[in-house]
């Protein structure tokens, strides 16, 4: 059986899928949550994470499981 070693996926990408979709995911709110907290962030990551915050309080990003 092949072992399959998968990129870490970056804090712009998972914000990129959440906005794009306009919904959010346990898995996204995972990957999310271990990026911001294992690693510096820089000011566009943390404007993404703002902005997808943003609109899930104003509720244009669905919560979904």
């Keep these: 059986m092949a ?3 998968s990129s870490p996926v ?3 990408q998972v914000a ?3 906005l794009s979709s306009r919904r959010i995911t346990r898995k996204d709110q995972n990957l999310l949550i271990s990026q911001l907290s294992s ?3 820089d000011e566009v990551e943390k ?5 997808v ?4 309080l104003k ?3 669905r ?3």
Excluded at 53 to 56: F, N, V
């Design 10 to 12: 970056t804090i712009q």
């Design 53 to 56: 915050y943003e609109l899930l």
């Design 39 to 41: 690693s510096s962030f």
């Design 47 to 51: 404007r993404l994470v703002n902005r």
């Design 16 to 18: 990129q899928n959440i």
């Design 59 to 61: 509720g244009f990003i």
């Design 63 to 65: 919560v979904v499981d």
């Design 3 to 5: 072992t399959q070693i």
